[in-house]
């Protein structure tokens, strides 16, 4: 069975500093998506990891894909506040669903 | 921009009702599912509809969850008997094609308490 670990389920940082969310899944996968939600609302699709290597970058957030390790990180460059939030990865389990990991909920402080 | 819809936004129910949570997916995708969220932990899939039928089900829909793409536009989620323990959000998700190439959408949510 898939399970999909991140750590840390808990982060509060400062503005301007660096930090980095891991998700670690069991299983051979090569799909692996990052989603942010907002207290009381829905998931928001952040990135689309497709293939070993695959990075991809949206302002302050950069993720990477490294499926050999069965790794991804989601790297926070320079935090501002706007970025707290909680953070999911979900892993496609090829049976045609996604399971997610715990989140990160995320506290960014001045 | 299209988006997946969800009615009510709200639903609060007495145990042993039945409820019905619907969705109406982006209009060109061919693949719905229902997660829920537990207040405060992680998303769980439900399940996955796709050509009329479930492609997949996680243990948590039992035979007191049911779905349906009852016409061209609306997918739903059946509970028949409610529990305290079903009290949770409901997202709907959809997709264009399997999660291989494209993300799955999701909708706004149904917060269903159950009392």
């Known amino acids: 069975e898939l399970k999909v670990e991140q750590n840390p389920l808990f982060l509060s940082m400062q503005e301007e500093k660096n930090y980095t969310i891991y998700c670690n899944y069991s299983?051979?996968?090569?799909?692996l998506y990052w989603y942010r939600q907002d207290p009381g609302k829905s998931l928001e699709s952040l990135f689309v990891?497709?293939?070993?290597?695959a990075v991809k970058q949206e302002g302050r957030l950069m993720a990477s894909l490294d499926t050999k390790a069965r790794l991804s990180t989601l790297h926070i460059t320079a935090a501002v506040h706007d970025l707290s939030a909680t953070y999911f990865c979900?892993?496609?389990?090829?049976?045609?669903?996604?399971?997610f990991g715990a989140g990160t909920r995320l506290t960014v402080k001045p | 921009e299209p988006e997946v819809t969800q009615t009510p936004s709200h639903q609060v129910t007495q145990m042993g009702q039945e409820v019905i949570l619907r969705c109406v997916p982006i209009?060109?995708?061919?693949?719905f599912y229902w997660y829920r969220q537990i207040l405060g932990q992680k998303v769980e899939f439900l399940v996955s509809?796709?050509?009329?039928?479930?492609?997949?089900k996680s243990e948590i829909f039992d035979d007191q969850f049911s779905v349906e793409r009852p016409d061209g536009s609306n997918f739903t989620l059946k509970i028949r008997s409610t529990k305290l323990e079903d009290s949770a959000m409901y997202f709907c998700?959809?997709?264009?094609?399997?999660?291989?190439?494209?993300?799955?959408?999701f909708g706004p949510g149904t917060r269903l308490t159950v009392t």
């Open positions: 990891l497709l293939s070993n290597g």
């Open positions: 998700a959809s997709s264009y094609v399997r999660t291989s190439a494209y993300e799955q959408y």
């Open positions: 979900a892993v496609d389990n090829r049976s045609n669903d996604m399971r």
């Open positions: 299983t051979t996968s090569d799909r």
């Open positions: 209009s060109n995708h061919l693949y």
């Open positions: 509809f796709y050509n009329n039928e479930i492609s997949e």
